[in-house]
């Protein structure tokens, strides 16, 4: 069992930036790739970027491919987003996931791909 706990969401102004941090807890969390997800009211939830066990595999997103950065401290047991020029089609609920993978640097851009969730942090960005 994995605990999940983001923060960091907030309001920013359009081209702003923030950084959102996901917090794990229970088993070592050096065993799971990690994920961040998004669900902007009336859409489905949409898959914003992954990172490996190891952290040297990431994927982003198309949609997010040059503003938006995945990391983790693994001595931390913490994932980060650093999003960079917010625009307001990003405003969403984000959500951190954690995935049991075979291999070090395998990560997974869908949603089955994951075992546990936060519950999300709200990101709102103004135009």
């Known amino acids: 069992q994995v605990q999940l706990v983001e923060s960091g969401g907030g309001l920013v102004q359009a081209g702003g930036s923030l950084r959102l941090s996901c917090a794990a807890s229970?088993?070592?969390?050096?065993?799971?790739?990690m994920g961040w997800f998004r669900q902007a009211p009336g859409k489905e939830r949409e898959f914003v970027a992954a990172?490996?066990?190891?952290?040297?595999?990431?994927y982003p997103a198309d949609s997010v491919r040059g503003r938006f950065t995945i990391s983790r401290d693994n001595a931390k047991n913490t994932v980060y987003l650093q999003m960079n020029s917010l625009n307001p089609e990003d405003t969403a609920v984000y959500y951190c996931?954690?995935?049991?993978?075979?291999?070090?640097?395998?990560?997974?851009?869908?949603?089955?791909?994951?075992?546990?969730w936060g519950q999300g942090t709200q990101v709102t960005v103004s135009s």
């Open positions: 229970g088993r070592p969390f050096s065993m799971y790739a």
């Open positions: 996931a954690a995935g049991s993978v075979a291999y070090a640097s395998t990560v997974s851009t869908h949603p089955g791909g994951y075992a546990y």
């Open positions: 990172i490996s066990r190891s952290g040297g595999t990431t």
